[in-house]
């Protein structure tokens, strides 16, 4: 009994296969044993990625298999066969969570619900709602999402179809210890900035305990036009000016900015971080913005500085140059414990490097076999490297600097070889790579895309070296004696 229990334990799959939510909302014994849920999209490729693997309790295999061979895949039949089901799926998912009590993780990976206690007369609870009958409740992931890529004649209707999370009951949450949030613009519908007064609330009274914070923000211009030429970054300055949160190890900010002079409170506050990652997509959203920043001629910040000591246990860090160097610029009592790092290599940076001693996974962007050389000579311990080489450089020379770090095993390159290189010259660079690189275990060179190849080795006694060269996104390998 206790084995089969264990089935209902992680659960992930589409909220069209109702015959899992109504056995769940039929067997509150069964549902009080559910841990995690992911509720998958309908259609693959929708929302910008592809499906992960279903997970159901063994009894469901059948039926998750014949559902993933017959269900709709194209826009049309998505319209008109699958929303009149997915609003009894979703009535049936909520009456389950219900009697979810033992709920610590919660992921929504699809368009908004369709159910909406907040807007629609006579609908008393929603998906949302529902959570806030599991008291276990720690951990929520939500992809806020519609297709901005359709284009036809029934974007109207579509899009009347749902509102966006933030619109929700779904900030109305409590004691969360991670909250990943990632919201998409609704094209001619959303305000061009989203409405974060509820989140910030959450956030500010009622999470303190939260570790996880992950916010991303896609919004773009709410036209049809060139999208991107039009990034909007959400301004939250009112949460992270006042928030501490003793227990925050990992932070993501996309698509966000705040004012230098709360970037340095904020990080301050919470010497406890340990992975902080900050994407800008264009020049016009970048992170730390000045009152006076101009999007037509976007600057990076002038003399940002921080007091000593800021982000003491950092050991990851994925944020634009002006800020990392910043950081890293802040003294510390004690070496930081950097071990993952995005840079570009210049002098300054250079300079601040020498003291991380236990960082082992760089990413430096387009280089130099100089600058690659430099860097070995001042961290030759590292063992995964991502590069691009220069303009013009050799890749004979790349390579050699490459060699310099004598513990490398993992090896990222952009621009080793070209789209039109023949099998022959693809297998004559991995040739030396894996040669002057006597550790290297895996490497993945890409031309352009995501088109390339990766090459796993594995070293003998006696220097037989075996390895299978495969290509990226497409099927198929040889082998090479």
């Known amino acids: 009994m206790l084995s089969r229990l264990n089935d209902y334990r992680v659960i992930r799959a589409p909220l069209g296969f109702v015959e899992l939510w109504v ?3 039929k067997h509150p014994s069964l549902a009080r044993h559910v841990e995690v849920i992911e509720v998958q999209r309908q259609m693959t490729g929708f929302n910008f990625h592809q499906l992960r693997r279903a997970i159901v309790p063994p009894d469901f295999n059948i039926a998750a298999q014949s559902f993933s061979e017959n269900k709709a895949n194209i826009y049309s039949q998505f319209m008109t066969h699958y929303l009149p089901s997915a609003r009894e799926a979703e009535k ?10 033992a709920l610590k993780s919660f992921q929504w990976d699809r368009e908004p619900p369709l159910y909406d206690s907040h807007h629609d007369d006579g609908i008393e609870d929603d998906i949302w709602t529902a959570l806030r009958s599991c008291p276990a409740l720690r951990s929520l992931h939500i992809m806020d999402a519609s297709d901005n890529d359709i284009r036809d004649e029934h974007d ?3 899009v009347a179809k749902f509102r966006p999370i933030q619109e929700s009951q779904v900030f109305t949450l409590s004691n969360l210890e991670s909250l990943d949030y990632h919201t998409h613009g609704y094209n001619n519908q959303m305000r061009p900035v989203p409405a974060v007064d509820e989140l910030i609330e959450m956030l500010s009274h009622r999470c303190p305990n939260l570790k996880t914070l992950k916010l991303k923000f896609s919004v773009y211009g709410n036209s049809h036009q060139d999208d991107s030429a039009d990034f909007t970054t959400v301004n939250l300055n009112s949460l992270f000016g006042d928030v501490t949160w003793p227990d925050l190890e990992t932070v993501v900010l996309y698509g966000v900015h705040l004012s230098p002079s709360v970037v340095s409170r904020f990080l301050a506050a919470h010497p406890s971080i340990r992975s902080f990652r900050v994407v800008e997509a264009t020049p016009q959203s970048q992170f730390v913005k000045q009152d006076d920043f101009n999007f037509l001629e976007p600057k990076t910040p002038d003399g940002l500085s921080f007091p000593p000591n800021i982000l ?4 990851d860090i994925w944020a634009p140059d002006y800020l990392t160097l910043s950081i890293l610029a802040s003294s510390t009592s004690s070496p930081r414990p950097l071990e ?12 601040y490097l020498g003291g991380l001693s236990s960082l082992k996974d760089i990413s430096v962007g387009t280089t130099t076999p100089e600058q690659l050389t430099n860097l070995a000579a001042i961290l030759p311990d590292v063992v995964k490297l991502n590069a691009i080489p220069a303009r013009d450089v050799q890749v004979s020379e790349f390579i050699s600097a490459v060699s310099h770090f004598r513990h490398l095993e993992v090896l990222h390159h952009s621009g080793l070889i070209s789209e039109g290189d023949s099998p022959k010259k693809i297998e004559l660079v991995l040739r030396q790579l894996v040669i002057q690189c006597d550790r290297l275990r895996s490497i993945s060179l890409r ?10 080795i594995d070293r003998h006694e006696g220097g037989r070296i075996d390895w299978v060269i495969s290509a990226l996104n497409e099927q198929g390998s040889f082998f090479m004696e």
């Open 23 to 25: 056995h769940l909302s």
């Open 92 to 101: 049936t998912l909520i009456t389950a969570v219900k009697n979810m009590t």
């Open 156 to 158: 109207h209707e579509f």
């Open 312 to 315: 003491p246990n950092l050991i």
């Open 340 to 351: 993952k790092l995005l840079i570009q290599l210049t002098d300054e940076s250079l300079k």
């Open 447 to 456: 031309c352009g895309g995501q088109l390339g190849v990766t090459c796993e």
